[in-house]
């Protein structure tokens, strides 16, 4: 019974304009502490007769007193809209775009660049900005 895992789905909507389908998923587990994700994605990619890779799930809180948890699950229709419309953070931790590395003082040294700059030479600075990051 340890094992034993139950999932429910409420509050389901076919969101047509960003190409998923979204919920708000309950996870009964009794006996465990939580559910990993990646079993929860295949368990409801299955229910979906969808592909795991499409399936984005986040925001899980357990109950206090454990047994139960609670989160979001998003199943996008094809790989074009969740690159279109998931964000980048959850893109890479899914394995479907590699994390740009930049340090900290290169961050915070463009965004106080950014700052100087005021009117419509705001966005041709922003554009010379990126094209000095890229060649370094």
Known sequence: ????????????????????????????????????????CDLLAGMYKADTKLTSLFGFRTQFGGGKSTGFCLIYDN????????????????????????????IKEAKNKGKKIRGTGASIAKHKAKRAAKQE
């Not at 979204?22 to 929860?40: C, T, W």
């Open 1 to 40: 019974m340890s094992n034993a895992v139950i999932i429910k789905t409420r509050k389901f909507k076919r969101n047509p304009l960003l190409a998923r389908k979204q919920m708000i998923v309950d996870v009964i587990h009794p006996g465990r502490a939580n559910v990993a994700k990646s079993e929860l």
């Open 79 to 106: 790989e074009e809209s969740m690159k279109k419309f998931e964000p980048k953070h959850r893109l890479v931790t899914k394995g479907m775009m590699e994390k740009k590395e930049q340090s900290r003082k290169a």
